[in-house]
């Protein structure tokens, strides 16, 4: 498949945080435009933050490499560097390994939307969130732990 239609995609929204840490992201929407194209060595997913809205919590991968380019609004990329404004036209890079916690806030009163492109290595990769008590994998089915091992009550 090489023409892929944005609009008929699903959109996933929110994330699969476990309370409380959900609820900064659940003005996030994501479409899996890797998916729809058959991509299986990275992925890569059409982000849109309603204003407020967080990509994630704060994390790093062990295993996998991530870069999000800017396509429309402005963001706020933080990481253990600080705080740094980004525009259409600008993207940045997290390479596996660097222990750098990272995320993107929408702190203007306009949407963004931004390309996020990955590593799928899930049976290699540990996410670590450095702000709070959680971790997730490795293993494709891998679910949200405590960082002492110890999985989160079953959500309903």
């Not at 309603?50 to 295993?63: D, I, N, T, V």
């Not at 990769?125 to 997730?136: A, K, S, T």
Request: hydrophobic content about 30%; glycine content about 12%; charged content about 30%.
């Amino acid at each position: 498949m090489a023409k892929i239609d944005i609009e008929s995609l699903p959109r996933r929204t929110g994330c699969g945080y476990p309370a409380p840490f959900d609820q900064p992201c659940r003005g996030r929407v994501r479409r899996g435009l890797g998916d729809a194209g058959g991509l299986t060595d990275f992925g890569v997913n059409l982000l849109e933050l309603a204003p407020g809205a967080w990509s994630s919590q704060r994390h790093w991968h062990s295993a996998e490499d991530e870069f999000v380019w800017v396509l429309e609004g402005e963001v706020t990329l933080i990481d253990d560097r600080g705080e740094h404004a980004m525009r259409a036209g600008e993207g940045a890079a997290f390479p596996k390994g660097d222990a750098n916690g990272h995320h993107f806030v929408n702190r203007s009163d306009a949407p963004v939307r931004c390309l996020e492109m990955g590593s799928r290595k899930p049976d290699e990769d540990v996410c670590d969130y450095p702000d709070i008590d959680l971790r997730v994998g490795p293993g494709h089915d891998a679910e949200y732990r405590h960082k002492d091992g110890s999985p989160y009550p079953a959500r309903r």
